[in-house]
């Protein structure tokens, strides 16, 4: 399984939410599934700065 740190995360996640890309574009660009992107906007959208905690995925 790949693992990202937090500060991919919140690249992939900021693409969408700031820079109107689409989940399925950042997929693409970044090699991770769609539903995992999805889930890291969730998730930053409920913990903003203290989402992603940990050292990976």
């Known amino acids: 399984m790949k693992r ?6 919140i ?3 900021l693409l969408v ?5 689409s ?8 090699d991770i599934h769609e539903i995992t992107v999805q889930k890291y906007i969730k998730e930053y959208g ?9 050292d990976g995925n």
Request: glycine share 6%.
């Open 46 to 54: 409920i913990y903003s700065d203290d989402a992603f905690p940990g």
């Open 4 to 9: 990202f740190d937090k500060n991919f995360n």
């Open 23 to 30: 989940a399925s574009s950042v997929e693409k660009e970044f």
């Open 11 to 13: 690249e992939a996640v």
């Open 17 to 21: 939410i700031e820079q109107g890309y």
